[in-house]
């Protein structure tokens, strides 16, 4: 198991970058959403290896709990997105910036 | 009546109520019968109450209930029970049911019907309220309650311009007195701890003779603003401006012998007061003669009123200044019903020439108006002080008692210069009074037009001016018979007498002075009748005489353009200094910092974006930073 560690963390590494990479530079927004749970999957893959490694159960009740987070924003996100469709024709990040100073 | 004598006060608060409620949709031209059966109701109960006085001294003061309570302050509604609320209560009351009934048919083809007999009963209650208290703090409320029953009823015809700055002027000229007399009474509480008025008088004298005359001064000033004395009089002939009952009721009969009420009301403060009385006197017998010399020119039939109004104010307060404090309250009753009835007559006069109220346009209206003629004569006699109506002895007794002051061993020599004034005013008093009958009655009629329109009034404006001319002519000689020892001056000598004043002579000094003061009345009749009345009267005779003095009268005196220079003006401009302080300097520091830091912060605020990504890389950045800096301190 110990040999696997490390490639279960460097796929969670991989997968956070990735998503990382996709919120910075990502310009739809649903896509940055779609970024922003990649990154989530990232960090739920290396608590679940480290959960498993240790053999102790409190990673996966974190993973479990952030899933549980992860849904919730999700609704949010998106129930904000459908508003949001509402007023505007472009889902473009760069161009929603009508409440700086 | 003395175990409840919080219903005199009640009923015209519940006529108050229904005609303010229900009034203008429900009840309309039903409201003059509410307000008069309230006040006839609260005429009734005092006259119960007159019947049924306490004699013990301690069941004169009835308490109502605790109105307020704070530390050392204890306010109760109370009523005093005694000889002066009794003869103010019976002059207000019966005075105001007259003008009520004489207002059903005055105002009859006005609209705001319901308006005037909602104020004109709250009025009374004020009124009634006032001279019933039995603390200073309840005499203010409701010295301040008639205030603003004035102030509606000035301004009643609200859509003149001239009313609403008439009921302004009033308000803000009262405000400069009650400025005064709230001190008066927070220095009340100051030095007694109380405000009850017989706590105050038991205890008046462990304070100084300082204090003391400054409380009386300030008082005073109270009584100069309600009681539009010199230079605080100037509200009162533009106060004219309300309808004619309004006059009659408010700013000549009741009202402003509030002023002269809580002097009389509060003696032993005012004897206590050193100089304060002869203050009151001085002011007085100058405001007497003074409002007396304007009221000869004026051509306005209410404003000649005004003025004389004015003028007897003045008079009764030169007889509380003299110490004659009877007699002032004796010519308060006996000018009530004839400066009421001569009010109520114009009222009629100007009821029939179409709202002209310019003397120079009547003229010959004898034989078109006979009842109004004959009561106005009535009152004109009795105003003048003519032997033996009303007028003669209430103002005889207050020359007499300016004269025995002045002249008794220890009295003051100014007294006899106030009693001299006092004379003056009434020689121009008899003048103005028959200018007025010879101009508005007699000679040839100057507007034809308008004359030919006018008609007697009806009835229900005749039989309140009868019965205050019967009361014109017989409330002198039977209140006021014989002089100092006459039934008003028997009933009233338990509350008011004085300590300090003997005012006293004998018969012959006495009746010589009555001879007199009537001499000079008929002078000024005759005077009057001599210019005015032979042939077709010319009102600017007397302007041809003496042009200058004659303007200056005319003009005032030109008080209201001193006032308007001196007070409005000088205010207005201090105002423009405060306001360009305000604006300029505070608000520019203000806005200064306000500046500043827009200008600071429109550097900083180019950090925001917009951009979410930006932020995102930002707080990427920082993270990777923070953790490098870590892992590097390991």
């Given at each position: 198991?110990?040999?696997?560690?490390?490639?279960?963390?460097?796929?969670?590494?991989?997968?956070?970058?990735?998503?990382?990479?996709?919120?910075?530079?990502?310009?739809?927004?649903?896509?940055?959403?779609?970024?922003?749970?990649?990154?989530?999957?990232?960090?739920?893959?290396?608590?679940?290896?480290?959960?498993?490694?240790?053999?102790?159960?409190?990673?996966?009740?974190?993973?479990?709990?952030?899933?549980?987070?992860?849904?919730?924003?999700?609704v949010?996100?998106?129930?904000?997105l459908?508003?949001?469709?509402?007023?505007?024709?472009?889902?473009?990040?760069?161009?929603?910036?009508?409440?700086?100073? | 009546?003395?175990?409840?004598?919080?219903?005199?006060?009640?009923?015209?608060?519940?006529?108050?109520a229904?005609?303010?409620?229900?009034?203008?949709?429900?009840?309309?031209?039903?409201?003059?019968?509410?307000?008069?059966?309230?006040?006839?109701?609260?005429?009734?109960?005092?006259?119960?109450?007159?019947?049924?006085?306490?004699?013990?001294?301690?069941?004169?003061?009835?308490?109502?209930?605790?109105?307020l309570?704070?530390g050392?302050?204890?306010?109760?509604?109370?009523?005093t029970?005694?000889e002066?609320?009794?003869?103010?209560?019976?002059?207000?009351?019966?005075?105001?049911?007259?003008?009520?009934v004489?207002?059903?048919?005055?105002?009859?083809?006005?609209?705001?019907?319901?308006?005037f007999?909602?104020?004109?009963?709250?009025?009374?209650?004020?009124?009634?309220?006032?001279?019933?208290?039995?603390?200073?703090?309840?005499?203010?409320?409701?010295?301040?309650?008639?205030?603003?029953c004035?102030?509606?009823?000035?301004?009643?015809?609200?859509?003149?311009?001239?009313?609403?700055?008439?009921?302004?002027?009033?308000?803000?000229?009262?405000?400069?007195?009650?400025?005064?007399?709230?001190?008066?009474?927070?220095?009340?509480?100051?030095?007694?701890?109380?405000?009850?008025?017989?706590?105050?008088?038991?205890?008046?004298?462990?304070?100084?003779?300082?204090?003391?005359?400054?409380?009386?001064?300030?008082?005073?000033?109270?009584?100069?603003?309600?009681?539009?004395?010199?230079?605080?009089?100037?509200?009162?002939?533009?106060?004219?401006?309300?309808?004619?009952?309004?006059s009659?009721?408010?700013?000549?009969?009741?009202?402003?012998?509030?002023?002269?009420?809580?002097?009389?009301?509060?003696?032993?403060?005012?004897?206590?007061?050193?100089?304060?009385?002869?203050?009151?006197?001085?002011?007085?017998?100058?405001?007497?003669?003074?409002?007396?010399?304007?009221?000869?020119?004026?051509t306005?039939?209410?404003?000649?009123?005004?003025?004389?109004?004015?003028s007897?104010?003045?008079?009764?307060?030169?007889?509380?200044?003299?110490?004659?404090?009877?007699?002032a309250?004796?010519?308060?009753?006996?000018?009530?019903?004839?400066?009421?009835?001569?009010?109520?007559?114009s009222?009629?006069?100007?009821?029939?020439?179409?709202?002209?109220?310019?003397?120079?346009?009547?003229?010959?209206?004898?034989?078109?108006?006979?009842?109004?003629?004959?009561t106005?004569?009535?009152?004109?006699?009795?105003?003048?002080?003519?032997?033996?109506?009303?007028?003669?002895?209430?103002?005889?007794?207050?020359?007499?008692?300016?004269?025995?002051?002045?002249?008794?061993?220890?009295?003051?020599?100014?007294?006899?210069?106030f009693?001299?004034?006092?004379?003056?005013?009434?020689?121009?008093?008899?003048?103005?009074?028959?200018?007025?009958?010879?101009?508005?009655?007699?000679?040839?009629?100057?507007?034809?037009?308008?004359?030919?329109?006018?008609?007697?009034?009806?009835?229900?404006?005749?039989?309140?001016?009868?019965?205050?001319?019967?009361?014109?002519?017989?409330?002198?000689?039977?209140?006021?018979?014989?002089?100092?020892?006459?039934?008003?001056?028997?009933?009233?000598?338990h509350?008011i007498?004085?300590?300090?004043?003997?005012?006293?002579?004998?018969?012959?000094?006495?009746?010589?002075?009555?001879?007199?003061?009537?001499?000079?009345?008929?002078?000024?009749?005759?005077?009057?009748?001599?210019?005015?009345?032979?042939?077709?009267?010319?009102?600017?005779?007397?302007?041809?005489?003496?042009?200058?003095?004659?303007?200056?009268?005319?003009?005032?005196?030109?008080?209201?353009?001193?006032?308007?220079?001196?007070?409005?003006?000088?205010?207005?401009?201090?105002?423009?200094?405060?306001?360009?302080i305000?604006?300029?300097?505070?608000?520019?520091?203000?806005?200064?910092?306000?500046?500043?830091?827009?200008?600071?912060?429109?550097?900083?605020?180019?950090?925001?974006?917009?951009q979410?990504?930006?932020?995102?890389?930002?707080m990427?950045?920082?993270?990777?930073v923070?953790?490098?800096?870590?892992?590097?301190?390991?």
């Amino acid at each position: 198991m110990a040999d696997y560690l490390n490639s279960y963390l460097f796929i969670g590494a991989i997968l956070f970058t990735l998503g990382a990479f996709g919120v910075l530079v990502r310009r739809n927004i649903i896509v940055v959403l779609l970024s922003v749970e990649l990154m989530l999957q990232g960090v739920n893959l290396s608590l679940g290896a480290f959960s498993t490694f240790y053999h102790d159960m409190g990673g996966y009740m974190l993973v479990l709990l952030s899933l549980a987070i992860a849904a919730a924003e999700a609704v949010v996100g998106l129930a904000i997105l459908v508003a949001l469709s509402r007023h505007v024709d472009e889902f473009y990040v760069d161009r929603l910036k009508s409440l700086r100073w | 009546m003395s175990e409840a004598p919080w219903l005199i006060p009640l009923s015209p608060l519940i006529a108050f109520a229904i005609n303010g409620s229900l009034g203008p949709r429900y009840l309309k031209r039903a409201t003059g019968i509410v307000g008069s059966l309230g006040i006839l109701a609260s005429f009734l109960l005092t006259i119960g109450l007159w019947l049924d006085l306490p004699k013990e001294d301690s069941q004169r003061e009835y308490i109502l209930y605790r109105w307020l309570e704070s530390g050392s302050l204890r306010i109760d509604i109370g009523f005093t029970l005694d000889e002066l609320t009794v003869v103010m209560l019976l002059v207000v009351t019966g005075v105001s049911f007259l003008i009520h009934v004489y207002s059903n048919a005055y105002m009859d083809h006005d609209n705001s019907f319901a308006r005037f007999f909602t104020w004109l009963p709250l009025f009374v209650f004020s009124m009634i309220m006032l001279v019933m208290a039995n603390n200073f703090l309840s005499l203010f409320v409701f010295w301040e309650m008639v205030g603003v029953c004035s102030y509606f009823l000035i301004g009643f015809w609200h859509n003149r311009d001239s009313a609403n700055n008439a009921a302004m002027k009033a308000f803000i000229t009262n405000r400069v007195g009650d400025f005064g007399f709230a001190a008066g009474i927070f220095l009340i509480f100051w030095n007694f701890g109380t405000v009850n008025y017989s706590e105050v008088h038991g205890a008046i004298g462990t304070i100084t003779n300082g204090a003391a005359t400054t409380i009386a001064l300030l008082l005073f000033i109270g009584a100069m603003g309600k009681s539009a004395q010199f230079p605080l009089h100037i509200w009162l002939p533009d106060a004219m401006e309300g309808p004619t009952p309004v006059s009659a009721l408010i700013h000549a009969a009741t009202m402003v012998t509030a002023g002269i009420f809580m002097v009389g009301r509060n003696i032993p403060i005012f004897e206590a007061g050193g100089v304060s009385l002869i203050v009151i006197g001085g002011i007085g017998a100058f405001t007497a003669l003074f409002a007396a010399t304007i009221a000869v020119t004026q051509t306005d039939i209410k404003r000649v009123l005004a003025y004389s109004t004015v003028s007897q104010l003045g008079l009764m307060f030169l007889a509380l200044g003299s110490g004659a404090y009877v007699a002032a309250l004796f010519h308060l009753a006996t000018h009530a019903f004839f400066k009421a009835l001569l009010f109520l007559g114009s009222g009629s006069v100007i009821h029939s020439m179409q709202n002209e109220q310019n003397m120079h346009e009547y003229g010959g209206l004898k034989s078109k108006l006979p009842w109004t003629y004959a009561t106005y004569v009535i009152g004109g006699l009795a105003l003048s002080a003519i032997f033996p109506l009303a007028g003669f002895w209430s103002k005889d007794e207050i020359l007499a008692g300016a004269f025995f002051r002045g002249a008794s061993s220890n009295g003051d020599v100014l007294f006899l210069l106030f009693w001299i004034m006092g004379l003056t005013a009434s020689l121009l008093t008899a003048f103005y009074t028959f200018r007025m009958i010879h101009l508005t009655f007699h000679g040839m009629p100057r507007n034809r037009a308008l004359y030919d329109h006018a008609h007697e009034s009806p009835w229900l404006m005749i039989l309140p001016l009868v019965l205050l001319a019967v009361l014109s002519i017989a409330a002198g000689i039977g209140l006021g018979f014989p002089p100092e020892h006459g039934i008003i001056h028997d009933y009233l000598h338990h509350v008011i007498h004085s300590k300090h004043f003997e005012l006293t002579g004998d018969s012959t000094i006495i009746v010589s002075l009555a001879i007199i003061s009537t001499a000079i009345a008929l002078i000024g009749v005759m005077a009057a009748s001599s210019i005015y009345q032979r042939g077709r009267p010319r009102p600017e005779a007397m302007g041809k005489l003496f042009p200058a003095l004659y303007t200056l009268s005319y003009k005032k005196y030109y008080v209201d353009e001193l006032v308007e220079i001196l007070v409005i003006k000088s205010s207005k401009a201090a105002g423009f200094v405060l306001w360009a302080i305000d604006a300029k300097l505070v608000d520019g520091m203000v806005n200064l910092l306000g500046w500043l830091i827009k200008a600071f912060s429109s550097i900083g605020r180019r950090v925001q974006t917009g951009q979410v990504q930006n932020y995102v890389l930002i707080m990427a950045t920082g993270l990777v930073v923070s953790l490098g800096i870590i892992m590097v301190m390991q």
